[in-house]
């Protein structure tokens, strides 16, 4: 009868033992399958998240502003910076680009040496222009968006807001908007009458 005893409780004692073996190996593979779930998403997110860097070629910074009642128009180059862009998330996209000041071209030597100068754009003390946003967000517009941040030149910034578009180009994204802007807002020009004071602002920013 003790045999018999011992066996039982061996038994159960044995019976207890894969159980709790089964237990602990079932934990273990939930928080593998945990961890790898979260892995997925993670990858997912960082892939759907792009961290963009705008470039020269196949861009375009173009500003037009009258002068003598005139309408002339120049370029800006030297783009750097970052936007961080989302397909899924038009609330996650974020803007901080700069263009390089010292590159103002008006297609005419004379004049771009003049901007270069302190009373324009004092490329030497203000060597870039940013921009960066502050919120971006949709539109009643399929397929528009509105970008508002700031934009400093000549270490003034001011809140700017305007409409854009996105679209798929050459591996990469063109990003297009228009904005008007006061030169004197940010003592560009200084006192000059025979410049205007708005000016018109074109974006075509390419990033991949």
Not at 76 to 99: E, H, N, P, Y
Not at 136 to 161: A, C, H, L, M, R
Request: glycine share 8%.
């Amino acid at each position: 009868m003790y045999a018999l005893l011992n066996v039982k409780l061996q038994d159960d004692f044995c019976g207890n033992w894969v159980v709790i073996c089964i237990t602990i190996r079932n934990i273990q593979l939930m928080k593998n399958l945990i961890l790898a779930m979260a892995v997925v998403l993670l990858a997912g997110n960082i892939k759907a998240q792009q961290t963009l860097t705008p470039t020269d070629e196949g861009s375009k910074v173009h500003f037009v502003i009258k002068n003598f009642g005139i309408k002339t128009g120049g370029d800006f180059t030297g783009l750097k910076g970052t936007i961080r862009f989302d397909k899924s998330t038009v609330a996650d996209w974020a803007f901080d680009v700069t263009v390089d000041a010292s590159t103002i071209d008006t297609d005419n030597d004379t004049r771009d040496r003049h901007l270069k100068k302190a009373e324009y754009f004092d490329v030497k003390q203000f060597p870039t222009i940013r921009m960066v946003s502050t919120k971006i967000s949709t539109t009643d517009k399929p397929g528009i968006y509105q970008f508002k941040g700031n934009i400093t030149i000549k270490g003034v910034s001011k809140v700017i807001e305007f409409p854009f578009k996105v679209n798929n180009s050459n591996g990469g994204y063109l990003f297009t908007g228009t904005f008007d802007m006061n030169r004197r807002d940010f003592g560009v020009g200084g006192d000059s009458v025979s410049m205007a004071d708005s000016l018109r602002v074109n974006l075509s920013v390419f990033a991949k």
